[in-house]
């Protein structure tokens, strides 16, 4: 795993997974870092509005 600082959109994630749950954050981390995840491409993708929890369920 690559030792880089993190965007800001990359940072909005991994508080959304924790808000959601708790530890889910440093997960949404590793997996960030993760060069083989393709986490990095699909964020740098991603709106930033779309970055959110989605509470459809409850």
Known sequence: MADRQ??????????????????LGAIAEQTIR?????????IEEMKEEDIKINKSNE
């Open 34 to 42: 993760n060069e083989n995840s393709g986490w990095k491409e699909i």
């Open 6 to 23: 993190l965007t800001d959109k990359e940072i909005k994630v991994i508080e959304t997974f924790d808000d959601a749950r708790p530890g």
